[in-house]
């Protein structure tokens, strides 16, 4: 029986690397050696290696040291290998079990197999039913390079004595694409390629280049100059080979047409990659060239002349015409355009602020008070205010409608932002904007770079957090504990306004029984019923479609309302991500829905109890020092499953988890027992979680921002 050397070069992938072996032992085709070469990762993959190697030998491994790169580890790999067959597997990528069984049983005396690539979507399980048919295969001759242009050695299965017979190895000195030169001689050496198109690789789409890039994430300066070095190499080396000058001349083209044209958008860039770009275009077959279409063609010809001030003429025209084709595709696209191209080249407007909170769904939060501070205390600045829908609010603000041509036009000009949330990736900063960055509450789930990668739903999500975050210069923080934890996961480098949270000012500030009746009133709540307020988080794993998650009830309203009707009544208030209503209109006179009301801060002044989950609304809560209840029926699926915690929830929150209506009515019923129980839990997280707030946060960061106090 054949057997199969499998080589996985290993980095710094702890948190894929399970998964990658573990598909690797569930092959159906058993008959193989895996070869786990770490390259001196920094991370716990060693000991990972290290558990697998005791349980199974047909795992070996070596540790270098210092780092080698990519293309030599491989090459000791083939120096190791035993087996009659060699197959390269990255170490955050894996397979569905049928794998190697499709490649091996077509391998024939074929000296090479290449195989099907799937992009693997990291939030979901891989649903092997959909895979390709099993027994397609196509054999490739003259268009073998065709098979070769994603320029992956990856899902190939090469025979080992092909490879060492003809020497065919990897480049050492190149930081990206190394397989090229790899495949190129492996394919020239060989007449016949099959296809099998049932074996199928999962790639994954990494979530994470900017502490854990891999290889494709590399700098574009790195990947051009090193596609360029390749290419000179292969078109000396085969010179005299038709096929394979015609594969790498388009090659060049599909990269330069795709990512590189992307890339080329200033004059700044395109003096650093100049000249090794106009070296390889001299080498491209004229006749190719005439074939190429207008744009691409006036720009290869001006790169092969060597001409740069007429090139970057030509190029920044082309950019400036993609650009308008791009907006002319959608109404939010010319608005961004605009935004760019014009509204960003008119003066600053350095007395205007922009307000945002909860991405214009209401008036509410840090930004509220923020400005409340400002208009009430006669600031001589002009203020915007961004909404969905108009709002009825104190003093003159400019309202304007999320992603209307004013919301891109004020923020264009304003020199002052202040958010609670993140702005969007295409609002680009000017020279000279003041980003005061307010977030919206002390995290007990983890956040960005301290998430897990596995479950979000957005490959993109932390390269796009960070570069939002890197807009910001002042990032509010509502304790020591927030602050330490704000630094680590957005890696947040500038400014911390240390002064608590302004949006829980009025919890010192109106926090007695005139202002709390006169709230009850305007909110058309009894006065003579204690409040029990329900605000319970949203959860990943729960969603109609992105962004609109779904919420079911778990609290029993009748039972609620059988046993305490009579003394209270219920808020119910859902996360701002929640998009269904609920239906409470048997409840009436018991149950109130506030889940639209804006500003969370009036409903905890009037709540005489909290009733939460994972939301961060009980640290606000807790300044009041009013008891809480934690409804935590989900708690093992959401810690363990959905979001990692910071805090050990079961010892270190100020109130008792409890996972049944029963059980939440018991503690209604007996709640001076439980605040007795807890005082002195509380005592401690109010002195770790609300030392700072005492109803000054918003005048102090007024102060910091606007008067450089
Ligand atoms: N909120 C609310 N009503 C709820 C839940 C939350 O008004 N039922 C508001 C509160 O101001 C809360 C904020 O939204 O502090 C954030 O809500 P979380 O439930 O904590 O969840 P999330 O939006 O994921 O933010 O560092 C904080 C984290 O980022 C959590």
Not at 101 to 109: G, H, R, T, Y
Not at 225 to 241: G, S
Not at 273 to 283: K, Q
Request: charged fraction near 25%; proline fraction near 4%; hydrophobic fraction near 35%.
């Amino acid at each position: 029986m054949k057997s199969i050397s499998i080589i996985m070069p290993i980095h710094n992938t702890e948190e894929f690397l399970e998964q990658s072996i573990q598909s690797v032992l569930q092959q159906t085709y058993q008959h193989f050696e895996l070869l786990l070469l770490n390259d001196n990762s920094m991370d716990n993959s060693q000991g990972i290696i290290d558990e697998f190697q005791k349980s199974d030998s047909r795992i070996k491994t070596h540790h270098f040291t210092e780092r080698h790169g990519v293309g030599a580890v491989r090459n000791s790999g083939i120096e190791m290998a035993t087996g009659d067959y060699i197959y390269f597997l990255d170490s955050d990528d894996f397979l569905p079990p049928n794998t190697l069984q499709l490649l091996i049983e077509n391998s024939k005396n074929f000296d090479l197999l290449s195989g099907n690539e799937v992009l693997a979507d990291v939030s979901q399980e891989q649903d092997d039913s959909n895979l390709p048919d099993q027994n397609e295969i196509k054999i490739y001759t003259e268009e073998k390079y065709d098979l070769i242009r994603n320029s992956s050695v990856l899902n190939r299965l090469f025979s080992k004595s092909f490879i060492l017979n003809n020497d065919i190895r990897f480049s050492e000195d190149l930081e990206c694409f190394s397989d090229l030169p790899f495949l190129v001689h492996a394919f020239s050496a060989t007449k016949e390629v099959p296809y099998v198109k049932g074996s199928v690789y999962y790639k994954r789409r990494r979530n994470d280049p900017i502490s854990n890039p891999s290889l494709n994430q590399t700098s574009m300066e790195v990947q051009i100059t090193d596609f360029m070095r390749v290419y000179m190499q292969l078109k000396d080396k085969y010179i005299d080979d038709k096929n394979i000058n015609l594969f790498l001349d388009n090659q060049l083209l599909s990269f330069y047409r795709g990512p590189i044209v992307q890339y080329l958008d200033s004059n700044h860039k395109v003096d650093k990659v100049f000249p090794v770009l106009s070296d390889s275009a001299r080498r491209m077959n004229s006749n190719l060239v005439k074939t190429i279409p207008a744009h691409t063609k006036k720009e290869i010809r001006e790169l092969r002349k060597g001409n740069i001030a007429r090139y970057k003429k030509i190029n920044l025209r082309h950019q400036r015409l993609r650009n308008l084709k791009t907006a002319l595709k959608g109404r939010r696209r010319l608005y961004i355009q605009l935004y760019r191209s014009l509204f960003m080249k008119m003066p600053m407007k350095k007395k205007t602020v922009v307000f945002e909170s909860f991405l214009g769904k209401s008036y509410s939060d840090s930004p509220k008070y923020i400005y409340e501070y400002m208009i009430n205390n006669k600031m001589d600045y002009n203020y915007v205010w961004i909404f969905n829908e108009k709002k009825n609010i104190p003093g003159n603000a400019i309202q304007v409608k999320r992603f209307s041509l004013k919301y891109f036009y004020y923020l264009a000009r304003a020199k002052y932002w202040v958010s609670n949330s993140r702005l969007p990736i295409t609002l680009n900063k000017r020279e000279g904007n003041v980003y005061l960055q307010t977030w919206h509450g002390t995290p007990l789930k983890q956040l960005v770079f301290d998430m897990e990668d596995v479950y979000s739903a957005d490959p993109n999500y932390k390269p796009n957090f960070y570069k939002q975050s890197r807009r910001w210069d002042y990032l509010s923080s509502p304790n020591a504990y927030s602050s330490e934890i704000f630094r680590r996961a957005f890696k947040y480098e500038k400014e911390m306004l240390e002064f608590g949270y302004p949006r829980n000012d009025i919890l010192y500030t109106k926090n007695n029984p005139d202002n709390i009746n006169d709230l009850k009133n305007s909110m058309s709540i009894p006065t003579d019923k204690k409040v029990v307020l329900y605000a319970p988080t949203w959860r990943d794993d729960e969603f109609f479609s992105a962004g609109k998650y779904k919420f079911t009830l778990q609290l029993e309203l009748d039972k609620l309302q059988a046993e305490l009707g009579d003394n209270y009544i219920v808020l119910l208030r859902m996360h701002y991500f929640i998009a269904n209503q609920l239906d409470i209109s048997e409840y009436s006179g018991f149950v109130y829905d506030f889940s639209s009301y804006d500003d969370i801060a009036e409903l905890y002044l009037v709540s005489d109890i909290l009733i939460t989950d994972y939301s961060s609304v009980f640290f606000d809560f807790a300044n009041l020092k009013r008891p809480i209840l934690f409804y935590t029926y989900d708690l093992e699926n959401y810690r363990d499953k959905l979001r990692g915690f910071y805090l050990d929830i079961e010892n270190e929150v100020p109130g008792p988890l409890l996972r049944t209506t029963e059980e939440i009515i018991d503690a209604i019923a007996t709640i001076e027992d439980v605040q007795k129980e807890y005082q002195s839990k509380y005592d401690s997280f109010y002195k770790r979680f609300c030392a700072w707030d005492n109803g000054n946060a918003s005048k102090n960061t007024v102060n910091a921002v606007f008067k450089g106090k």
